[in-house]
């Protein structure tokens, strides 16, 4: 049996104002090239870097999200190489103590039956980005943009823990979310925020790793997971047939579906690290032992950015089942999107309190649940829809959650039917009026009221003797055709569960 042993290394671009050493714009949507650039982050001999400690605060968060030991004493070291896009000809790093190890993300099991896996994350630490470099097809040359160099970008290192693409998918996803809980990161793949390099190889059959490839260059999370499965089918079938597996880095091609041959490994480079002899060491408290007396200050409290740390994803999920009894599938959405799930507590919160609406009939308190999970249909399927066709968050759409929960009262008690709903939806869209206000101008009520539909009942029978035949013949198909001719007798108003029960009792 070949097993497969898969580690990631994950970088992510840091959500800061300036850059990791200097006060450099840090903005990853400048168009124009080298604009975001100074003497320190160039590299000019005479400057001296300064700690962005906004950065440093950023990392022990994400750490103490993913579960990680923070360092109490670490400092930056100098990683030297030379390429054009590193104008210093080092890079500043960390390498003997990251600003946090020892950690784990649990993946929850999810509905398409996959089971919960525990990741362990072997480090987290800060260093810079490089520069961009653009090689130009048919020239001679290539152009660099030193906007990137120089700011903060996390590595994140992962222990072999991973089996197949599948979880490499839910992990990359979940750190998405929660840097983006967290706005330590937009991590954005197709902007090269985040960068996932992955390391893969197979057992032998006594147990020992195999040969250890390297994927590189993959922009999304899906096409990450689509390489870690073709390259464990990769090498299975290789070995199987006898040959062996070269340690090489490869690439990804989406379009092939294919994980190709980009260099193979050669010697192992000397960086010669060394302790950066312009930054000063870092300090941090973490409460697990009292910082050691004497030497340079401590700069960071991690317990008290644990105090500050937002709600996680994870804890969102739990607390929406919790709180409105929603399923897997709602719950998810509302934590996936944001924006729309705020909007979600927002009506929520109007639904349970009831102040405002108090002029329309409280449900229950035992309906709450079938009234939240109606509010949350309305909210994934309708307003979710008509805020995207404008790009808008939901919270910025005309409808008000105030209103938004008006209607969904109205639907859950029948004064509108849910294609009346519809209307009224568009109209409150497009100009921001009150359900009440539309549904009145509209004339949408919906007519549940038995005694004002048996005349138009009574007219539907008369009118389709054929139909009320087969029905009495035990054709139970029938009834659906005499709902729909009350429904068009009445233009639509009539509720037509109540039809139905007329109909019924009137052919019994
Ligand atoms: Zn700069």
Request: glycine letters at 6%.
């Amino acid at each position: 049996m070949y097993k497969p042993v898969i580690g990631l290394e994950v970088h992510a671009e840091l959500k800061t104002k300036t850059k990791m050493f200097c006060d450099s714009l840090n903005d990853p949507d400048e168009k124009h090239p080298n604009i975001n650039v100074c003497p320190i982050c160039m590299g000019h001999p005479g400057t001296l870097p300064v700690i962005n400690m906004a950065a440093i605060e950023k990392v022990i968060t994400a750490g103490l999200a993913l579960n990680c030991k923070i360092a109490e004493d670490t400092f930056f070291e100098r990683k030297n190489y030379f390429y054009p896009d590193l104008p210093k000809g080092y890079q500043i790093s960390q390498y003997q103590k990251p600003l946090c190890y020892e950690g784990y993300l649990n993946l929850q099991p999810t509905t398409n039956n996959s089971q919960s896996k525990k990741i362990r994350i072997t480090r987290i630490h800060l260093e810079e980005d490089a520069g961009r470099l653009y090689h130009l097809p048919d020239k001679n040359y290539s152009l660099v943009d030193y906007n990137r160099a120089g700011v903060p970008l996390m590595e994140l290192v992962t222990e072999p823990d991973f089996e197949n693409g599948d979880q490499v998918k839910r992990f990359a996803e979940e750190l998405q979310l929660i840097w983006r809980y967290l706005e330590v990161s937009d991590a954005n793949m197709e902007k090269g925020q985040m960068r996932i390099e992955v390391n893969i190889s197979l057992t032998n059959p006594d147990g020992s790793w195999g040969t250890k490839v390297e994927i590189k260059n993959i922009n999304s999370v899906k096409f990450a997971a689509d390489a870690v499965d073709y390259e464990i089918k990769r090498q299975r079938e290789l070995l199987e047939s006898g040959e062996k597996i070269k340690q090489e880095t490869r690439g990804w091609d989406e379009f092939k579906k294919q994980s190709f041959s980009q260099r193979s490994k050669e010697e192992a480079h000397d960086y010669r690290y060394f302790p950066e002899p312009d930054l000063p060491p870092i300090r941090i408290a973490n409460g697990r032992a009292s910082p050691a007396t004497g030497g340079p200050p401590t700069l960071f409290s991690a317990e008290k950015i644990r105090s500050e740390m937002p709600e996680l994803p994870q804890q969102r999920r739990e607390r929406f089942v919790r709180q409105y009894g929603l399923p897997g599938h709602d719950v998810e959405m509302f934590t996936v999107n944001k924006p729309l799930g705020d909007y979600f507590e927002h009506v929520a919160s109007e639904l349970l309190s009831f102040d405002r609406l108090d002029h329309l009939k409280k449900p229950d308190p035992e309906h709450q649940g079938r009234l939240l999970k109606l509010a949350s249909n309305y909210v994934i399927t309708e307003l979710k829809r008509m805020a995207d066709s404008v790009g808008a968050d939901p919270a910025d759409t005309k409808i008000s959650p105030e209103m938004f929960a008006d209607l969904v009262v109205r639907v859950f008690h029948s004064e509108v039917s849910s294609s009346g709903a519809q209307t009224v939806l568009k109209e409150m869209f497009a100009t921001g009026f009150s359900p009440g206000q539309i549904i009145k101008e509209k004339n949408l009520e919906q007519v549940s009221n038995v005694e004002d539909l048996n005349s138009a009942v009574a007219k539907v029978i008369t009118d389709n003797p054929k139909a009320v035949e087969d029905f009495k013949a035990g054709k139970e198909a029938s009834i659906r055709f005499l709902v729909g001719m009350a429904m068009r007798e009445t233009k639509g108003k009539a509720n037509p569960q109540v039809v139905e029960g007329i109909l019924k009792g009137m052919l019994k």
